[in-house]
Nanobody, 127 residues
């Protein structure tokens, strides 16, 4: 069992930056593929970014490509999402997710692919 806790959300002006953190407990981060998703009011939860365990390759939603960076530090059991050049349309609750994927290079961009979820952190971007 993996417990995930997000932090780092808040209110920021358009053009600003935030760094979200997802801390894992319960068992080691190692061997898990990780992802970030977001959900705006009255919208479905959607993919933001993913990182695999094996070689650290990443993938991004087109809407955040070039502005957001996903990274992980397995020694600290921590996942990050650096968000730059934020836009009002980035306003949402952001969730981190994990799934067991040891020795896999796959990247997962669907909510159904993940086994574990955090409780979310709110990001609000003002215009």
């Amino acid at each position: 069992q993996v417990q995930l806790v997000e932090s780092g959300g808040g209110l920021v002006q358009a053009g600003g930056s935030l760094r979200l953190t997802c801390s894992a407990s319960g068992r080691t981060f190692s061997g898990y593929a990780m992802g970030w998703f977001r959900q705006a009011p009255e919208k479905e939860r959607g993919f933001v970014a993913a990182i695999n365990w094996f070689d650290g390759r990443t993938s991004y939603a087109d809407s955040v490509k070039g502005r957001f960076i996903i990274s992980r530090d397995d020694s600290k059991n921590t996942l990050y999402l650096q968000m730059n050049s934020l836009k009002p349309e980035d306003t949402a609750v952001y969730y981190c997710a994990a799934r067991a994927a040891a020795y896999s290079t796959r990247l997962y961009d669907s909510t159904g692919a993940y086994e574990y979820w955090g409780q979310g952190t709110q990001v609000a971007v003002s215009s």
